[in-house]
């Protein structure tokens, strides 16, 4: 069976200093792992996905994630927050490299961006 | 733009009405839909899975009859809340996975919200 953790559920952060959101994950297999944004009122989107190629992962709008299959982690990353960046983000895990047919989702991080 | 809708956006119905919520691929032919619930606060849960043209697979603890899917094209799944109660008020998201511009892909809906009084 596959799980995920999102180890915090609210992060604060000041604008223009780093993120940090953290994530790990439990899986039978080789994983594929994926992180969406929801903002409010709107639908969940794709900020980036790892599916067992490079380890680090580029993403869209600066954001990264690093895969360390010893730590068993994916934290999601960016250097400088911006206020647009404030919202829900899920850490997802599917267990069928390629497709994800099957989408385990964490409980969530609220991101707040303060001035 | 959005790849997948859903319709309607926000529905309040009374209790014991049954309520249908549409998912719609746009640009692409989704050979699978998923739904998803999700409480406030709380994370996506998945209710069941949908192929084209066949029954859908239910997650355990889902009951089937109360939440009736219908998968009848490659674009358009719909969700039948049915004798809704105040129990069933949630934030529902469709998600549809097909080919797209070459690539096997998965979108999300916008998201329904359920309020029954």
């Known amino acids: 069976a596959q799980s995920v953790t999102q180890l915090d559920s609210h992060v604060s952060v000041s604008e223009g200093t780093p993120v940090l959101l953290r994530c790990n994950y439990s899986?039978?297999?080789?994983?594929?792992l994926f992180w969406y944004v929801q903002h409010p009122n709107k639908g969940l989107q794709l900020l980036l996905k790892?599916?067992?190629?490079?380890?680090l992962v580029k993403g869209i709008n600066g954001f990264e994630a690093e895969f360390k299959k010893s730590e068993t982690s994916f934290h999601l990353t960016k250097p400088s927050a911006h206020m647009s960046d404030a919202a829900e983000y899920f850490c997802?895990?599917?267990?069928?490299?390629?497709?994800?047919?099957?989408?385990?989702f964490g409980t969530g991080t609220r991101l707040q961006v303060t001035l | 733009g959005a790849v997948v809708s859903q319709h309607p956006s926000w529905v309040i119905c009374k209790s014991g009405t049954s309520v249908k919520i549409e998912c719609r691929s746009l640009?692409?032919?989704?050979?699978?839909m998923f739904w998803y619930r999700q409480f406030p606060k709380q994370s996506l849960m998945l209710m069941a899975t949908?192929?084209?043209?066949?029954?859908?697979?239910?997650e355990q603890g889902v009951e089937k009859d109360k939440f009736l899917i219908n998968h009848a094209s490659l674009t358009l799944s719909t969700l039948t809340v049915t004798s809704a109660h105040p129990e069933d008020s949630s934030f529902y998201i469709c998600?549809?996975?097909?080919?797209?511009?070459?690539?096997?892909?998965?979108?999300f809906g916008p998201g329904t919200r359920l309020l029954v009084l």
């Open positions: 640009d692409f032919q989704a050979t699978t």
């Open positions: 790892y599916t067992s190629a490079a380890t």
């Open positions: 998600s549809a996975r097909g080919s797209r511009e070459g690539r096997e892909t998965q979108y």
């Open positions: 899986s039978s297999y080789s994983p594929s």
């Open positions: 949908s192929n084209e043209g066949s029954k859908a697979t239910y």
């Open positions: 997802v895990v599917s267990e069928q490299a390629g497709t994800a047919s099957k989408l385990t």
